[in-house]
């Protein structure tokens, strides 16, 4: 079966860095998004990885490692709206996107 | 650029109902996919539509179906409704869709089932 493996929820205090990870099973491998979600809102698009290594973009940085079927996605300069849901999400071989739980994120003072 | 907009956003039905729901994708996107959303379970893709053609489809039963008008609009319908259809349904649209394209989400559409 197809399986994307996220932390259920992590705790970071504001100002800080944190890593969120994913790692993946999936059959075929086409690409990786990560979305943000705010309680009762909708996803936004943060990244995309198709290739090895990292992207950075402002405070967020995405790496993907496809040999190992992983990828991280690091917050820098924690503020407290980045308190939200983070999504990982893999395009398989039927470039259909497989979705993760979700990492719940929350920021303390 | 007006964003995804989904109709409507919060809806009550009993078991056994049928029901509805609708998307409209940011204007110029061809393609809308639909997933269901429930706590710990992540986004289940559903089916996914471009240009008024079901390109995929999840691993949901029959009594989930869709469509897709001219222009470009969807609508989902689920058929005899079980308590575990209650979920937030989201929808997405992209430019071209098939899986890399950035998708952009609506606010999604709130089901309890009773």
């Known amino acids: 079966g197809q399986n994307i493996d996220q932390p259920t929820e992590m705790t970071a205090t504001e100002g800080a860095i944190v890593q969120i990870n994913c790692t993946y099973q999936?059959?075929?491998?086409?690409?990786l998004f990560w979305y943000q979600q705010h309680a009762g809102e909708a996803p936004t698009f943060l990244s995309y990885n198709v290739l090895d290594g990292l992207e950075e973009k402002g405070r967020f940085s995405s790496f993907l490692s496809r040999s190992k079927g992983y990828s991280y996605l690091l917050l820098k300069e924690l503020q407290m709206k980045d308190s939200a849901s983070y999504l990982c999400?893999?395009?398989?071989?039927?470039?259909?996107?497989?979705w993760g739980a979700g990492t719940k994120l929350i920021i303390k003072p | 650029k007006a964003g995804v907009t989904q109709t409507p956003r919060y809806l009550i039905k009993t078991r056994g109902q049928q029901v509805t729901l609708s998307c409209s994708p940011i204007s110029g996107h061809r393609s809308v996919s639909w997933y269901q959303q429930t706590p710990g379970q992540g986004l289940q893709f559903l089916f996914e539509?471009?240009?008024?053609?079901?390109?995929n489809k999840g691993n949901f039963p029959g009594r989930f179906s869709g469509r897709q008008f001219s222009n470009s609009r969807s609508e989902m319908n689920v058929s005899t409704l079980e308590l575990g259809d209650s979920a937030l349904y989201l929808c997405?649209?992209?430019?071209?869709?098939?899986?890399?394209?950035?998708?952009?989400f609506g606010p999604g559409t709130r089901l309890t089932v009773l």
């Open positions: 999400a893999v395009i398989d071989s039927n470039y259909q996107l497989i």
């Open positions: 999936t059959s075929g491998f086409n690409g």
């Open positions: 539509y471009f240009s008024e053609t079901q390109r």
């Open positions: 997405a649209s992209s430019y071209a869709g098939g899986g890399t394209d950035t998708q952009y």
